[in-house]
């Protein structure tokens, strides 16, 4: 049966999208392309009617299989015969001049076999499609500005190609995120936002939450939890601070500028959660505020270190093989760990299974612009040598 997930308006794409939607990045983070579609098919049993995924959330899942999260989400939505409302499919792609763009649209529209103008379908099923600049930064504003790109993104959506288009950014491009916001040409933004970091709505410079909404862009929120690694994180966060995940998830929830919450879970018991909670009543005001000074006293302990969000890695291989994520990820348990005065000893014993592929790194810096935290990674990869070796 189908929850009660409460509707909101879409920005200016008029489009009202449940509150709660689902990210389907972690789908090549399963084991097996089964698990993937089992959790498709219960966000869409249970209502949510946004799924939002991208050209490069692509991977080897645990059985050694390419996981292609396009295609799921395309097959998931084209077998459905009892899908009552048509299905807001957002993707981004990491074309950025007009070329680039039509070619990882067109890519983009066939791995999930979207059909039609105007009025698009998967299968027999209506769709909208939401397409994004994907992980907007100085240098890729400039060059989406200065290449005639926006142009062509414009015309794609006269064309009825696509519907709507928007970018995704992260934390560290305000000033960016900014400007495209200025341009008033896009109908939705996906923005990172949580109640450890919430630099991009009230404790910005800008309220760029606020400022969007203003503009009637709607607006998707992602990392409400603060990225793959937070559920380790909190294993060790929750002996110092009384946030939970429902905190977490309702602290996003309760902002009036965004649109719909992207919950990037894995397993149906973990997003049957995040359901419950949505569905529920919003804690009051002053228990929120309780939670974010609560979640201030940690927040600088999350400062600097990796949340194995594996964006880096989506276009980018480094040339010596070095499989940094891995290695930053025990790095920053291990750092986090040093910061709230914990025994580090495991972190040597992990460190040392990686040292030989860690070691490797010769310093180039080629992989700097990947990260979307902008971390120092070659800098890490020395101090995590330097701390655990
Ligand atoms: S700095 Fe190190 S990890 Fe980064 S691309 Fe160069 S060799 Fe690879
Ligand atoms: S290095 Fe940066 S982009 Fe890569 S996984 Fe860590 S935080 Fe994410």
Request: some cysteine; charged content about 30%; glycine content about 6%.
């Amino acid at each position: 049966m189908k929850s009660r997930i409460k509707r909101r308006r879409l920005g200016r794409t008029e489009l009202f999208v449940s509150e709660l939607s689902y990210g389907a990045m972690n789908l090549r983070l399963l084991d097996t392309i089964d698990e993937a579609y089992e959790i498709l098919d219960y966000v869409l049993s249970q209502g949510v009617n946004l799924i939002d995924t991208a050209r490069a959330y692509n991977g080897i899942n645990g059985h050694g299989e390419f996981v292609e999260s396009e295609v799921l989400v395309g097959n998931a939505i084209r077998r459905r015969s009892d899908l009552d409302e048509p299905i807001v499919v957002v993707t981004k792609g990491h074309g950025y001049t007009p070329s680039q763009f039509d070619e990882d649209l067109s890519v983009s529209l066939s791995k999930l076999k979207v059909e039609g103008r105007g009025n698009l379908t998967i299968g027999k099923n209506p769709i909208y499609l939401v397409y994004l600049y994907h992980g907007l930064n100085k240098e890729r504003w400039e060059t989406i500005v200065s290449s005639g790109s926006l142009e062509r993104a414009l015309e794609v959506k006269a064309q009825g190609i696509v519907n709507f288009i928007g970018f995704s950014s992260h934390y560290k491009n305000a000033p960016e995120i900014k400007d495209a916001l200025d341009t008033d040409v896009f109908d939705v933004v996906e923005l990172p936002y949580n109640i450890f970091n919430a630099t991009l709505g009230e404790d910005g410079e800008i309220n760029l939450l606020k400022y969007a909404y203003e503009r009637n862009v709607g607006i998707i929120n992602m990392k409400a939890f603060g990225g793959n690694s937070m559920p380790d994180m909190y294993n060790v966060l929750q002996e110092y601070i009384d946030i939970d995940y429902r905190a977490m998830l309702n602290f996003c929830l309760s902002n009036p500028y965004i649109s719909t919450v992207d919950a990037g879970a894995r397993y149906v018991n973990e997003f049957s959660l995040d359901i419950d909670t949505a569905t529920s009543p919003r804690p009051p005001r002053a228990e929120l505020a309780r939670l974010k000074n609560e979640a201030s006293k940690i927040a600088d302990c999350l400062q600097g270190l990796c949340r194995e969000c594996l964006h880096c890695i989506e276009k980018f291989e480094c040339p010596e093989g070095v499989d940094f994520p891995a290695v930053l990820s025990v790095y920053s348990r291990y750092l986090l760990s040093v910061r709230l005065g914990r025994d580090t000893e495991e972190f040597r014993d992990k460190y040392e299974k990686q040292r030989e592929n860690a070691e490797k790194c010769i310093g180039c810096g080629k992989c700097l612009s990947w990260c979307e935290y902008k971390l120092d990674i070659p800098a890490m990869l020395k101090d995590a040598r330097d701390a655990l070796r």
